[in-house]
Nanobody, 123 residues
């Protein structure tokens, strides 16, 4: 069965940086687009970033564009989310997701979800 396991969450001060990792097992990692979502208390899950199977095409939410970078290492079956210039409003549970195809079209393409990792940004 497919498993997505996130790591790298924690507590960081505003303006700091953090890098999240998501390692996938169960099916060929390099054939599928990957994405990150987040969910804050009292709010619905929102899209953060996505990358195609090649890593050459990326998508970002407007709230994180220019601060966050998604990347992948297919040899390690791992996708990363580098988060810079963090703000308190970035505080949320960050969840890794794998799409059903090589390209990213939208959240409707997600087939598998991770459990999430907590990111807390203090002021």
């Amino acid at each position: 069965q497919v498993q997505l396991v996130e790591s790298g969450g924690g507590l960081v001060q505003a303006g700091g940086s953090l890098r999240l990792s998501c390692t996938v097992s169960g099916r060929t990692f390099s054939n599928y687009a990957m994405a990150w979502f987040r969910q804050a208390p009292g709010k619905e899950r929102e899209f953060v970033a996505a990358t195609s199977f090649t890593g050459r095409t990326t998508n970002y939410a407007g709230s994180v564009k220019g601060r966050f970078t998604i990347s992948r290492d297919n040899a390690k079956n791992t996708v990363y989310l580098q988060m810079n210039s963090l703000k308190p409003e970035d505080t949320a549970v960050y969840v890794c997701a794998q799409a059903g195809g090589a390209g990213w079209r939208g959240p409707e393409d997600v087939k598998y979800w991770g459990k999430g990792t907590q990111v807390t940004v203090s002021s």
